[in-house]
T-cell receptor, first 113, second 113 residues
Framework: GNSVTQMEGPVTLSEEAFLTINCTYTATGYPSLFWYVQYPGEGLQLLLKATKADDKGSNKGFEATYRKETTSFHLEKGSVQVSDSAVYFCALRRSPGAQKLVFGQGTRLTINP | SAVISQKPSRDICQRGTSLTIQCQVDSQVTMMFWYRQQPGQSLTLIATANQGSEATYESGFVIDKFPISRPNLTFSTLTVSNMSPEDSSIYLC??????????FGPGTRLTVT
C-alpha cells in the first residue's frame, strides 16, 4: 500500500541553522509529493509540491526534490527563523487523477532565537 | 486557492452526545473531504463528501458514526455521533481544486469529556 515515513521529532534548532526533515515514501506508480505546514492553532497549509521525478518544489526558502531512486522527498531550508516553528507533514497523492492524500506522522519543529 | 471556514472552531462535549461541524467554502468546489487528526498524530481521511450523493467512507469509518451532508458545492457538514473520549480530535475539512490540490480549513478542536 501507499505510505509516508517522516523523521521522528521533535526537532529543535537555533535560528539561522540548516534544516533537513527526512521523508520517504512507498507507493505504486508515480505519486505526487507534498509538504504541508501547520502553524500553532491553525489548519494545514500547502508549503510545496512536486509531481514527477527530479522536480524540485520550493516556497518561502524551503525546498524539496522528488527522488524516485531513493523514494525520498526531504525538506530543506538553509537558514531557519523563529517563525518557521510549526508541524511539518509530508504527504503523497497516489496518481495525478487521484484525490486521496496519505500523510506522514508529522515532525514538530521548534526554532529558538 | 479557496478560503475555507469551519464552525465551531472548538467545543467541549459530553459523552454520548453529537456534534455537527460545518465547512463553508467561498467558491464552488467539486471535491470536499473530512479528516481527523488525533492528538499528536497525523491526519486520517474519514470520507469524501460528494454533492448529490452519499459520502464515500474510508476503511474504519462508518456513516452511522460520522454522517456527512453535502447539500451544495460550497457547504458540507460532518456529525460526530454518540461521542466518546476517543473521538477527541481535530476535525479538518479540505477541498480539492481543478489541479487536484487540496486546501484545508482551520479545523475544529473537539474535546469529549
Amino acid at each position: 500500500g501507499n505510505s509516508v515515513t517522516q523523521m521522528e521529532g521533535p526537532v529543535t534548532l537555533s535560528e539561522e541553522a540548516f534544516l533537513t526533515i527526512n521523508c520517504t515514501y512507498t507507493a505504486t506508480g508515480y505519486p505526487s509529493l507534498f509538504w504541508y505546514v501547520q502553524y500553532p492553532g491553525e489548519g494545514l497549509q500547502l508549503l510545496l509540491k512536486a509531481t514527477k521525478a527530479d522536480d524540485k518544489g520550493s516556497n518561502k526558502g524551503f525546498e524539496a526534490t522528488y527522488r524516485k531512486e531513493t523514494t525520498s522527498f526531504h525538506l530543506e531550508k538553509g537558514s531557519v527563523q523563529v517563525s518557521d516553528s510549526a508541524v511539518y507533514f509530508c504527504a503523497l497523492r497516489r496518481s495525478p487523477g487521484a484525490q486521496k492524500l496519505v500523510f506522514g506522522q508529522g515532525t514538530r519543529l521548534t526554532i529558538n532565537p | 486557492s479557496a478560503v475555507i471556514s469551519q464552525k465551531p472552531s472548538r467545543d467541549i462535549c459530553q459523552r454520548g452526545t453529537s456534534l455537527t461541524i460545518q465547512c463553508q467554502v467561498d467558491s464552488q468546489v467539486t471535491m470536499m473531504f473530512w479528516y481527523r487528526q488525533q492528538p499528536g498524530q497525523s491526519l486520517t481521511l474519514i470520507a469524501t463528501a460528494n454533492q448529490g450523493s452519499e459520502a464515500t467512507y474510508e476503511s474504519g469509518f462508518v456513516i452511522d458514526k460520522f454522517p456527512i451532508s453535502r447539500p451544495n458545492l460550497t457547504f458540507s457538514t460532518l456529525t460526530v455521533s454518540n461521542m466518546s473520549p476517543e473521538d477527541s480530535s481535530i476535525y479538518l475539512c479540505s477541498v480539492g481544486d481543478r489541479a487536484y490540490e487540496q486546501y484545508f480549513g482551520p479545523g475544529t478542536r473537539l474535546t469529549v469529556t
